[in-house]
């Protein structure tokens, strides 16, 4: 079975920075393409990041551009958000996906994804 697990999530004043990993276990390839969401407050989830199969393909959503960075470490299984220069606005619930659905070419930001982890809190003060 394969889980998901976020972690690095915390409280931050704004300006601060904050790495959230995300530890896959079970067995799912090791070039699945992968992705990062939030959900801020009273809005529906949006995609933040996109890592292709291939690892060398990345997409950002424009609110994320030039402080947030998505890799991955296939030696450990485990895929990374750094964020950067961290806003109010980042305020939300963060959430790792894996293994895209579908046959779309591309990144996408939004892509579907089978595996999905719980989730973990990001809180930024001003």
């Known amino acids: 079975q394969v889980q998901l697990v976020e972690s690095g999530g915390g409280s931050v004043q704004s300006g601060g920075s904050l790495r959230l990993s995300c530890a896959v276990s079970?067995?799912?390839?090791?070039?699945?393409?992968m992705g990062w969401f939030r959900q801020l407050p009273g809005k529906e989830r949006e995609g933040v990041a996109g890592?292709?199969?291939?690892?060398?393909?990345?997409c950002y959503n424009d609110s994320v551009k030039g402080r947030f960075t998505i890799s991955r470490d296939n030696t450990k299984n485990t895929m990374y958000l750094q964020m950067n220069t961290l806003k109010p606005e980042d305020t939300g619930m963060y959430y790792c996906?894996?293994?895209?659905?579908?046959?779309?070419?591309?990144?996408?930001?939004?892509?579907?994804?089978?595996?999905w982890g719980q989730g973990t809190q990001v809180t930024v003060s001003s």
């Open positions: 079970g067995y799912i390839g090791t070039t699945y393409s």
């Open positions: 996906a894996a293994l895209r659905r579908g046959t779309g070419r591309g990144c996408d930001i939004n892509a579907q994804y089978v595996h």
């Open positions: 890592m292709m199969f291939g690892g060398l393909t990345t």
